[in-house]
């Protein structure tokens, strides 16, 4: 008996140790299963954090949903009135009674009964004529008032055709509004159209930094059992918030150029502009933050899935940007600006350095040089050996006799002016001199400008200048 006691005991014994050993596997298992529900919880946080900005990156290719100049123009023209969708009510189909018996044996009754036949009929007939006549009328009002909205939809599509500055404008801003970003901000889109130069501004509110994320990811954190964000931090913000303030830049000139189906638009100036306070009176302020400018032609010669956003901005595009060194966008002025009231350009007082005389754009360069703090003597507009103004500075450290030669050209500068210029140069006894053109310089001018003590300035260099020094220009080729 002792014997078998001892064997149950044994038993019992092992079988509770199976299954503590099985609540212990149990609890492992949930506990398991917990921890990695709480990492992928946190890797799927920080997937929609990366989700959406990659988004960001990809506004460039945002399209707008279509609308047609027709639809467009049909929007501002009055329905059919709705009374007029109504159809009259048909007259109910005559039902006559049936003739008595005596109706039928009697003559007296028998007349009586055809005449209520025929007046019943002459009634019905009469009805019927009244429903057809308003039925007739109504389609007959419907068809004149459709007629009349094909009437002014054609011509106020050959205005548009024609370059009317309201319709114009109006339509552009319209398509703009259609685009649909991956974020919500208020759209206010002002807009300017010039018929002669076929240039259109666009005033465009941008959204704020509030569509940059806080949080850069998620992570769980074991010991504390808590998912905690990953702050993201200022300058990534900054560079996060600047790339897609130059991405909606470039898809709203995209998407102007891509639906100018009829061709009035050659030239586009983007002014974006945001709303902010004034920290020094507390004050509502709209600064600009970029202003960029490009013509049909040199937009679609850019591959947009190759660029550096803001080098095609400031470079290909005459950007006005200007941003400090924690990444942040300063006010700017704009190229030029629209009239929003007339819907068209403002005059404004941008030069554009390819229209000026080349004799105006020497003295507009020594302008410049005054503004920077040189003393400038501008020599003989013609005869002048080679050299268009002589600099002075009496800094004791970068001080010294500057001579300059500025060229008005569209096309690059090559080797044998440079050439010309070294020799003016090496003959004369400033201590240096500057090369400034209108276009741009080959790599090999570069490099033989640093050979033979010459800075170079190109065209996009030169307008940076103009508009930081107060002379507000620009350059557009025609």
């Known amino acids: 008996m002792a014997k078998k006691g001892l064997e149950n005991f044994t038993d019992k014994v092992a079988k509770d140790l199976i299954k503590k050993q099985s609540i212990r596997d149990e609890q492992r298992k949930i506990r398991e299963e917990y921890l990695e529900n709480k990492y992928k919880e946190a890797s799927d946080l920080t997937n929609d954090i990366e989700v959406y900005i990659e988004s960001l990156n990809n506004i460039i290719n945002i399209n707008p949903n279509v609308i047609s100049i027709e639809e467009f123009i049909k929007r501002d023209i009055q329905d059919v009135p709705k009374e007029l969708l109504v159809p009259y009510t048909k007259p109910i189909e005559l039902s006559l009674r049936k003739p008595t018996l005596l109706e ?20 019905y007939e009469k009805e019927y004529k009244l429903y057809e006549e308003n039925e007739n009328n109504r389609k007959n009002k419907i068809k004149a008032h459709n007629l009349q909205v094909e009437e002014i939809i054609k011509t106020k599509k050959e205005l548009y055709k024609n370059q009317d500055a309201t319709l114009v404008s109006n339509y552009k801003a319209e398509i703009l509004k259609q685009v649909q970003y991956p974020f919500e901000f208020k759209k206010c889109i002002n807009t300017g159209y010039c018929k ?33 964000s990953i702050p993201i931090n200022e300058k990534d913000k ?28 050659d ?20 600064p600009y933050i970029i202003s960029a400018m490009v013509d049909k032609n040199t937009f679609n010669s850019i ?46 007082d941008s030069i554009n350095l390819l229209d000026v005389d080349p004799f105006i754009l020497e003295d507009l360069v020594s302008t410049l040089f005054r503004n920077m703090g040189y003393d400038v003597l501008q020599t003989n507009k013609t005869n002048d050996g080679g050299i268009d103004c002589i600099l002075n500075h009496d800094d004791p450290i970068v001080g010294g006799k500057v001579i300059a030669q500025v060229k008005r050209y569209k096309n690059n500068i090559d080797i044998p002016k440079l050439r010309e210029f070294e020799s003016v140069l090496r003959n004369s006894d400033a201590m240096k001199g500057i090369f400034i053109s ?22 996009n260099l030169l307008v940076d200048y103009f508009n930081q020094y107060g002379i507000n220009s620009h350059i557009l080729h025609k």
């Open 196 to 228: 002669d130069s076929k240039k259109l501004v666009i005033d465009y509110l941008l959204p704020d930094r509030k569509i940059v994320p806080e949080t850069i990811r998620y992570e769980y954190k074991k010991t504390i059992d808590s998912i905690k």
């Open 104 to 123: 039928k044996i009697s003559k007296k009754s028998k007349q009586k009964y055809n005449l209520y036949i025929q007046q019943e009929n002459e009634k």
């Open 267 to 286: 030239t586009v100036v983007f002014n974006g502009y945001i709303n902010d306070i004034d920290l020094a009176t507390g004050q509502d302020i709209s």
């Open 303 to 348: 591959d947009m899935n190759r660029i550096d956003k803001l080098t095609c901005l400031k470079e290909t595009m005459q950007g006005r940007i200007d941003i400090n060194s924690k990444l942040c966008l300063n006010s700017i002025t704009p190229i030029c600006k629209c009239d929003y009231l007339n819907k068209s350009v403002e005059n404004n």
């Open 438 to 459: 209108t276009s741009n310089f080959s790599s090999n001018c570069e490099k033989f400008a640093s050979d033979n003590n010459i800075s170079l300035i190109n065209g």
């Open 238 to 265: 900054n560079n996060i918030y600047n790339q897609t303030i130059y991405s909606v830049a470039l898809n709203v000139i995209k998407n102007i150029f891509d639906k100018d189906i009829y061709n009035n638009i």
